[in-house]
């Protein structure tokens, strides 16, 4: 066999891989979505709200693209213009399920690999401005290309930005990735029919997007006649890529200009003479609806000084290996969409976690390829060896982008490669929820809670609970009910169910009711949750488990009442860090039993406020209801942390929050945990994030040291730790003080802690008087010997203090008397450092 024979096979190889690639991501994207709805992580917002417009418009009785929202019906136009969605709905023809979308979601990111690879091959075939693909002279490089070509379009598909696309519901903006990059590679070829056709297809996808098909045709204009194409069109009409020719050239400007004229017409229509108006109309604000809540005019300086934007845009340059600084030209033709995302206020649009992101990465990708094959090409200045030394640097380079994108993706990417996979797991709630629909009729107006929501919205009308307006019938998921405090649901779904809506159903957290068909508008008394029908034991079995507890805890609160087995840790990255306890009574509970999880940070602050922000578990099955022997898991509400935070417990009556007095006394606590207030609350441990992995730790008062001293302040109290954090001081800002105390005696009172900053004459600039604090009060009479007592106290700064040294000072006096507690030396305060406010 020929070595032309044994090339032309072996370059064969790759294009198989890369369809193996292909096919691989969308089947994988394909269940993985499939799975993250089967198991009710798919919300209202984004997938039925943008399913039931399309089936409304396509199988449903409604209007064109019209939704549910809110308590009214309105079309989604007022929020986007998505004309891409209109032949998407089609698919319910083959199959009328939402799940359809996810699909052909899925399909649509996997696609743009093909243009990927094809820009890549020929770039990286390409020797100052000369295709190798179709010189036989020099074709040895062209298998390798072929192979490098392959990490690129790998390098594509392992993009975390473009893999979150695919997890977050389903949106419009993933399908411009594939139609962007196929334009840019029929413009690259001077095949302008289909460079057309493409870019139409990507400005149809939003409104926002002819923004880079704009952009695109500025780059056109912006570039020489560098000749890049292949194929039958250039043999034969420019051998030499890079001759200029002017009538191609004059050719290459008018379409350029062309693509920016359509493109910038197309997004001045839709956006301010189609979706304004609407959003006026529908929203009441003065323009479109993202327009007016994510753009508020807020200063570009103090936006640009968030290290979380910093961040975003290096993730894109990380995932690509940095290689599109080389290109930066290229990279102007995501450049709207980037500003629009470094510049919201809304985080999702910087975290890289959302859809926002995927029209970047087909920029980011092109500019990586062009930006790779400028360095690649500097190898090959040499006339000897050039040929060879381009080929070691091809295969360097390609080893570099994989380095890259395999390990920015370890972190960030949805795949078993990555560390931040999760897992959706089917709880019972999902497993049973087919037979509740099975009891809805199809044309029945229906309020869902958000989760569940998809799972129903193929009919004209349905809303999202706490919604209920004129619907027939309710089904909630209690467990998950997004943006409605546990207590207020709770009670709305009692009153419901207390005044004119028939239980037809409960299990698992599963809650289906009907309207009663007797019930009539002149009903106007108040219902009484009281009077609600009593919800079957199944209903609660969603809080009971007979698992085991990741972190093993055997915690026994009161006279052995109460016992905490353990508990795990759930960290999503997109939602923040939650807790599941598992308990067991061993004896009836009071009615008024609480549970305090107690999560705070390195200073003592709480970060969320249990009586506040209650775990639902406890709310629809309190403690005073368990039954003996049994295992009950109740879960905190996910909330975002900083690096370092702090898990403590506590249970006791409600009253018990406030007075630490009135919690119950831990009896048995685990070795590496710490007891507070004579054990009545327990630190449990201490956790501490490196990149995105939680680390638990054993229980610590503060990881980072406390400045030593021993100061006493009268007979008994003595200071013998501080901290401040001066970091970012300034006028009008807020500097935390951490205080550790401890008494040689009983304090009979309860003393005021004062902290003063005075100025270099001696003039008193801001003062803070307080107990001492430490998630909760710690009045000194409550004190215990020789054991050690955080106090946390903020310190306000005027926001007009002058720029100069100040001196912060620290004091205790009894409130009844205001005597001061004096110190050794005869003085009354003790001088914790020096300030400099710039």
Not at 188 to 198: A, S, V
Request: hydrophobic share 45%; net charge negative; proline share 8%.
């Amino acid at each position: 066999m020929s070595n032309s024979r044994i090339r032309h096979h072996a370059s064969r190889i790759p294009r198989f891989l890369l369809i193996l690639l292909i096919l691989i991501y969308a089947v994988y994207f394909s269940w993985y979505s499939l799975n993250r709805h089967n198991t009710l992580h798919s919300y209202a917002a984004d997938l039925s709200l943008i399913d039931q417009p399309m089936w409304n418009t396509v199988l449903g009785s409604g209007g064109f693209m019209e939704l549910t929202w809110g308590s009214k019906q309105q079309p989604r136009l007022a929020e986007h213009f998505e004309p891409i969605l209109i032949p998407l709905a089609l698919l319910f023809f083959l199959w009328d399920d939402v799940r359809i979308l996810l699909i052909a979601q899925s399909i649509a990111l996997a696609l743009g690999a093909l243009p990927v690879f094809w820009i890549a091959r020929r770039e990286l075939s390409t020797v100052n401005g000369q295709s190798l693909i179709i010189n036989s002279h020099a074709s040895r490089l062209t298998p390798h290309a072929s192979w490098s070509a392959l990490a690129f379009a790998a390098a594509y598909l392992l993009f975390p930005h473009l893999q979150a696309a695919a997890m977050a519901d389903f949106h419009a903006d993933p399908f411009v990735v594939a139609p962007l990059l196929f334009a840019f590679w029929y413009a690259t070829q001077r095949r302008w029919g289909w460079m057309w056709l493409w870019a139409i297809i990507a400005m149809a996808t939003k409104e926002t997007l002819p923004t880079m098909t704009g952009m695109l045709g500025l780059w056109l204009l912006m570039t020489g006649d560098r000749g890049p194409e292949t194929g039958d069109a250039a043999i034969g009409t420019n051998p030499v890529f890079g001759s200029p020719s002017p009538v191609r050239l004059k050719l290459k400007m008018l379409h350029g200009l062309a693509l920016i004229a359509v493109s910038a017409a197309w997004f001045f229509v839709t956006t301010f003479v189609i979706v304004a108006p609407l959003a006026r109309q529908y929203f009441e604000t003065d323009g479109p609806i993202y327009l007016s809540s994510r753009y508020t005019g807020d200063n570009l300086l103090t936006l640009l000084q968030d290290p979380a934007r910093w961040r975003y845009l290096l993730g894109l340059l990380a995932a690509a290996g940095f290689l599109p600084l080389l290109a930066p030209e290229l990279l102007l033709i995501g450049l709207p969409v980037l500003a629009a995302n470094m510049f919201s206020n809304f985080t999702g649009q910087y975290s890289g976690e959302q859809h926002y992101s995927a029209p970047l990465v087909a920029v980011f990708m092109v500019a990586a390829i062009y930006g790779a094959s400028r360095l690649i090409n500097k190898s090959s200045l040499c006339e000897n060896n050039g040929q060879a030394l381009k080929i070691t640097a091809l295969i360097y380079v390609t080893l570099w982008l994989l380095a890259w994108s395999l390990g920015y993706h370890a972190g960030h990417g949805w795949t078993p490669l990555s560390g931040r996979m999760e897992i959706y797991s089917v709880r019972p709630a999902a497993a049973q929820l087919p037979q509740f629909i099975h009891q809805i009729p199809a044309e029945a107006v229906v309020s869902a809670s958000a989760a569940v929501h998809p799972h129903l919205a193929h009919r004209q009308v349905i809303y999202v609970f706490p919604t209920v307006q004129e619907a027939d019938y309710l089904l909630v998921d209690v467990t998950d009910i997004p943006g409605v405090h546990p207590n207020d649901a709770h009670t709305k779904l009692m009153d419901l169910l207390a005044a004119d809506w028939q239980l037809l159903r409960a299990d698992q957290g599963l809650l289906l009711a009907q309207k009663s068909p007797q019930s009539t508008a002149a009903f106007t008394a108040t219902p009484s949750a009281s009077a609600a029908p009593p919800l079957p034991d199944s209903f609660f079995d969603f809080a009971r488990s007979t698992t085991l507890p990741t972190y093993p805890a055997q915690l026994t609160f009161g006279n052995d009442q109460l016992r905490l087995l353990g508990y795990d840790v759930h960290d999503d990255p997109d939602n923040g860090v939650s807790f599941r306890f598992y308990w067991q009574s061993e004896a009836p509970l009071p009615d008024d039993t609480h549970l305090w999880p107690l999560i705070y940070d390195n200073t003592g602050r709480l970060l969320s406020d249990p009586t506040q922000v209650p775990m639902i578990a406890a709310v629809w099955y309190p403690p005073a209801k368990w039954q003996r022997g049994e295992i009950v898991v109740t879960e905190t509400l996910p909330q975002l942390l900083p690096d370092i935070f702090h898990l403590g417990l506590a249970a006791g009556p409600e009253r018990s929050f406030a007075d630490p007095g009135q919690r119950w006394p831990i009896t048995a606590a685990p070795a590496d945990a710490i007891r507070f207030d004579s054990g009545r609350w327990v630190q449990l441990a201490t956790f501490k994030r490196y990149g995105l992995s939680l680390t638990r730790q054993a229980a610590r008062l503060k990881l980072s040291p406390l400045s030593s001293t021993d100061v006493r302040f009268g007979p008994a109290i003595r200071l013998t730790g501080f901290d401040l954090d001066p970091a970012n001081l300034q006028p009008g800002a807020t500097l935390p003080v951490l205080l550790r105390w401890t008494t040689d005696q009983p304090l009979p009172t309860d003393y005021t802690v004062f902290l003063h900053l005075l100025a270099a004459d001696g003039r008193l600039v801001a003062q803070h008087d307080a107990f001492p604090t430490w998630l909760t009060p710690q009045p000194t009479s409550h004190w215990s010997l020789r054991q050690p007592v955080l106090d946390r106290h903020e310190l306000k700064l005027p926001a007009d203090l002058a720029p100069g040294n100040y001196t912060l000072q620290v004091g205790v006096y009894d409130v009844q008397t205001l005597q001061r507690l004096p110190l050794p030396d005869g003085s009354d305060v003790f001088i914790l450092g020096q300030l400099q406010i710039p």
